[in-house]
Structure formats: C-alpha cells, structure tokens
C-alpha cells in the first residue's frame, strides 16, 4: 500500500510562561484519514523539535530517515485482513510526502523561497518595485507566472554557489537572489563563508603593498573551499531532490496568514480611519457609525466566532485571526453606506471567497472548484478595479 504523510511545522514557544522561547517543531499525520481525525491529537505524531536546527536542517534529516523506508518499506499489521481470515496479517506500506503545512515564511523556507522580487513561492510572477508599483506591473501580477520547478530552483542554487567564488560579488550576488526570490538556508551557509573568504584574500597584501591573490587565484581557492565544504554533508533543501514531493506546489496555502491576515486586515484597514492618529470628526462620525452597524447585527451564524462591536472598533489595529475572520463575512453590511462601490464590491466577493475557503465538507468536489473559481476571477478584477 501507498502510505502518504501529511506533515507540518512551526515555530513555538518552549515555555508556559509568557517569555518567547522558540522551538522549531515538526509533526506529521497519515494524509488519508478523514478530516475528523486530522484534527484529533492522537492522530497527530511528533517527529522532532530544536531550538537550534532550523526547518530545512530537521527536513534534511527527516527526509533522510524517510528515505531509508522508502527503500526498504514498512511492515505493518493489517487488522482488517486478520477480521477477514484471509490468512494475512502483514501489510507493506510505502511511504511519500503528501502535503506540507505551516505559515508563509515555514513554507517559503521549506521552498528555498525568499520572496523579494519574486513574491510567489509557486510561480516567478514579480518583477522589482518600480515595475509593481506600475499600473501594467500591477495588472501583470494578478495573472500566474511561469511556475517553479524543483530542477530550475536547484540550478539557480548551483549557480549562486558559482557566484560566491568570485571575488567581490557579494552585493551583485544579493541583487540576484533578490530578483529570482530563490534563497536556500542551507545554501546560505555555504555562500556566507565563501563571499568572506573572499573578502579577506582580496584584502591581504604583500610586504610591498601589492595585492597577495590574483582575481584567478582567489576563484581557484573559493572553489576548492567549496568542494570541501559541500563533501562534508549536503548544504542544499533535500525536498528539491524529492521523487513525489514537490516543495512548490505541495505546500499548501495558509488561509489564515493569506486571506485574513492578508486580504481582510489590508481592506479592513483600508474601509476605517486609522488608530494611530487623531481622528476628524467626520472620521469619528464613520467610526460610530460602523460600530453601530456592527453592534445591530445578527451574530447567531458565527457559532463561537462572535465578536463585540466596541472591542473590535477601539482595537481595530490590532485584531487577531478569530476577529478578521467574523468581519470577513459581515464586512459587506457594516460598510454598507459609508464606502466607495468599488471598495464594497471587494467586501462583497471576500465575504463569497472566506465562504467558500473556510467550507469544512466538500460533498461535491466539482461544483465546488467551478464556483470557487469564478468567486476568485471576480475577487482578482475587483481588486485590479479598486487598483486603477
């Protein structure tokens, strides 16, 4: 049997207390149980944790051990062949990575992904500032980009390596990992000490003040510095090498940090006067009178995610997930009559998309992904309307 691993990570704190102790921690769960058990914790495994060993330095390896499996198999018990009397209790499971889970910046590192000019961990969609911030570039944007592959990702890292052996293209080299959004933790490391290295040969001199190394010499020495350092062990995301597991397009989207960290907290921003300032009286008057539409609705659908008007108003800067995600869906009646009908029509296609998003069952998987479809073409061209 085919036997795939869903598994997740996350920076947390190590104490009780209130004092922040990080600790990077893996676990996993088999990807084919139902969504009933996903969320029960004995169903849930520990694989490790560190306060040290970053995400890709534990992936490196969990994917090595994973590896060893993979070869041999495992051996299990099967109950529902012992119930049957068929005569076999044994079973071989092969084990893949299925999907992996954590926040944006977990995912990004688990992708060698940097953001930067190339914002997507998917695609290469991005370009630099003065480009995006254009009303082409803007546009340009909201279509996908030619996608990431494990292979091009790789061969960005090689060629980087090659450019840290160069004398003095430390800044040149930033420039390019900035530009293609590809950056590598494990890599890093290695670039790092060879960019110093580098530095310093450039810089040492002769008793005469002539320059000790040549610009040749220097390339020759950081290579075979290299070498050496590449022959200890493997400085590179072991995921990108992975036969099933595809770190672009196998970590899935956080629709907590996306749609309401992201979209909902920017365009609640975006509808209220601000919190850190002092307010006009026409600004106090729109506040109030949000708050009042706010405190005359009807909360009976959002079970336990009800919010209070006068709290989410007073701290309407600092609201958290279980907020944003309320006001996500009643967005479109509190700004009802006090924002412009583009902006409404951004209110009324979120409150459709966090809808959709936040569906715990799906019982038909094809009408669902054509309806989830249109509400995001209509979602992208209310944004690039509000944008122009």
């Known amino acids: 049997y085919k036997y795939f ?13 209130k004092s922040w102790n990080k600790h990077n921690c893996y676990y996993y769960c088999a990807a084919g149980l139902p969504l009933s058990c996903l969320n029960q914790e004995y169903f849930v495994h520990f694989v490790s944790s560190s306060q040290h060993a970053g995400p890709l330095e534990q992936v490196a390896a969990i994917t090595e051990r994973l590896q060893t499996v993979k070869d041999t198999g495992l051996i299990c018990y099967d109950a529902l062949e012992a119930e049957r009397g068929s005569g076999r209790a044994e079973s071989l499971l ?12 977990w995912q990004s590192e688990l992708s060698s992904h940097s953001g930067d000019g190339c914002p997507c961990r998917f695609c290469r969609m991005g370009g630099n500032v003065m480009t995006r911030s254009s009303n082409e570039g ?11 592959t494990p292979g091009s990702t790789l061969e960005l890292l090689r060629k980087d390596l090659d450019m840290a052996t160069v004398s003095r293209k430390g800044t040149a080299l930033e420039k390019v990992q900035q530009a293609t959004g590809t950056v590598d933790a494990l890599t890093q490391t290695v670039i790092d000490t060879l960019v110093e290295k580098g530095k310093a040969m450039f810089e040492e001199t002769n008793t005469d003040g002539s320059k000790r190394y040549t610009a040749a010499q220097i390339h020759t020495l950081l290579s075979e510095e290299r070498t050496r350092i590449l022959s200890q062990g493997e400085f590179m995301n072991s995921l990108l090498r992975d036969d099933v597991f595809d770190p672009h397009q196998d970590t899935a989207l ?8 992201g979209f ?14 002092k307010l006009t009286i026409t600004e106090k008057g729109q506040l109030d009178n949000a708050e009042a539409v706010l405190q005359s609705l009807s909360q009976a659908g959002l079970g336990d995610q009800s919010v209070r008007a006068d709290y989410v108003m007073r701290y ?6 279980r907020h944003l995600h309320s006001i996500a ?35 038909d998987m094809t009408t669902f992904i054509v ?18």
């Open 254 to 261: 956080g629709r907590l940090h996306l749609v309401l960290l």
């Open 5 to 17: 691993i869903l598994f997740g990570g996350d920076d947390v704190s190590g104490n009780r207390s």
């Open 94 to 105: 092969l084990l893949d990575l299925f999907v992996g889970t954590g926040d944006g910046p």
């Open 316 to 321: 309407r800067g600092s609201l958290v997930g």
């Open 329 to 363: 869906q009643l967005g479109v009646f509190i700004f009802g009559r006090h924002v412009d009908m583009v902006l409404l029509e951004v209110w009324v296609t979120l409150g459709r998309l966090s809808a959709a998003l936040f569906t715990e069952t799906i019982k």
């Open 264 to 277: 909902t907290k920017y365009f609640w921003a975006a509808s209220l006067p601000p919190s850190s300032r």
């Open 371 to 388: 309806s989830f479809l249109s509400i995001c073409d209509i979602y992208h061209t209310d944004i690039q309307y509000r944008r122009l």
């Open 138 to 148: 803007f546009l340009a944007i909201m279509q996908m980009g030619p996608p990431r």
